[in-house]
T-cell receptor, first 116, second 109 residues
Framework: EAQVTQNPRYLITVTGKKLTVTCSQN?????MSWYRQDPGLGLRQIYY???????DKGDVPEGYKVSRKEKRNFPLILESPSPNQTSLYFC???????????????FGSGTRLTVV | SQQGEEDPQALSIQEGENATMNCSYK?????LQWYRQNSGRGLVHLIL?????REKHSGRLRVTLDTSKKSSSLLITASRAADTASYFC?????????FGAGTRLFVKA
């Protein structure tokens, strides 16, 4: 089944403790992206990647890191989480076959992160 | 920066009625997409309309795009209780896709 898999689904952590949220897709998509969703603010893009070893900042990159060493994986790293990073996080992927995002995104199920 | 803005923020209708949601955006786009999200779950892609298209249909969904007004609408015909969800428009320009804050649709059985 074509899908984007995120782990974990739920995570509660303490301020300053480094964490990684994993994202993997099995559709051979070139384009991957991380979003955070907060009430009343919709989805805001954190980072995106056009292909292996190519990443760029979205609208809210502060406090986050990403890497794209393999085409299928795009982990999101919070080096020193803070309470304002409490949010619902989504990973998404898309094919670039006919230009960026020609087919729309496939989303993962989300990771609900709470930083206390 | 938020590009797509949906209107209304919330909509409550009876089963069988049509639901219309609107989206406005600010800059030029390659395409505009609509997504559905059920209660905190991942977004599901519904339909994509390219900047050179004016109207598109998919089942009970009809999307229009007016690039001169920088606006789009999503019509769901003969709504069902299962259509209860949040609906988001997303505009793609360059290598970024920007989502609006969404319209919450509630369909009463």
């Amino acid at each position: 089944e074509a899908q984007v898999t995120q782990n974990p689904r739920y995570l509660i952590t303490v301020t300053g403790k480094k964490l990684t949220v994993t994202c993997s897709q099995n559709m051979n998509h070139e384009y991957m992206s991380w979003y955070r969703q907060d009430p009343g603010l919709g989805l805001r893009q954190i980072y995106y990647s056009m292909n292996v070893e190519v990443t760029d900042k979205g609208d809210v990159p502060e406090g986050y890191k990403v890497s794209r060493k393999e085409k299928r994986n795009f982990p999101l790293i919070l080096e020193s989480p803070s309470p304002n990073q409490t949010s619902l996080y989504f990973c998404a992927s898309s094919s670039r076959d006919r230009g960026p995002l020609s087919y729309g995104y496939t989303f993962g199920s989300g990771t609900r992160l709470t930083v206390v | 920066s938020q590009q797509g803005e949906e209107d209304p923020q919330a909509l409550s209708i009876q089963e069988g009625e049509n639901a219309t949601m609107n989206c406005s955006y600010k800059t030029s786009i390659n395409n505009l997409q609509w997504y559905r999200q059920n209660s905190g779950r991942g977004l599901v892609h519904l339909i994509l309309i390219r900047s050179n298209e004016r109207e598109k249909h998919s089942g009970r969904l009809r999307v229009t795009l007016d690039t001169s007004k920088k606006s789009s609408s999503l019509l769901i015909t003969a709504s069902r209780a299962a259509d209860t969800a949040s609906y988001f428009c997303a505009t793609a320009g360059g290598f970024k896709t920007i989502f609006g804050a969404g319209t919450r649709l509630f369909v009463k059985a």
